[in-house]
């Protein structure tokens, strides 16, 4: 029979679970849905809508889909009140963020290292 993490987990000294349960916390922390985020920040569907120009619907359908446009999403979250960056990771050539049509380099990467 196979191992079990949680028995994996509970043989470990304390200090080590609770360091694993709060990394975990923050990994889950750092994935939401639109639907999350936006219940996080207390904006109803309704609410979103206007700011958007759409109906409560249309927002619905967007938290609901699984591929969007990149200017959808960008609107969605400038209406929450945030702004959309898109990190590109290139194993150990480093990170770059798009934004606008242009690279920027990210933390010591270089964007001309690509």
Known sequence: MGVNLREVVAKLPVGERKAIMRRSRELIAEELSLQ???KALTVTQVEL???L???QGEV???E???DLLLSTLRDYVQSLGGELELLCTFGNRGSVRIHTGRVAPRRGG???SL
Do not use: F
Request: charged share 45%; glycine share 12%.
């Open 36 to 38: 999350e985020l936006r």
């Open 49 to 51: 809508a206007k700011t």
């Open 53 to 55: 120009g759409k109906r």
């Open 60 to 62: 619905s359908r967007i």
């Open 64 to 66: 609901q889909r699984g």
């Open 110 to 112: 270089s964007a001309r």
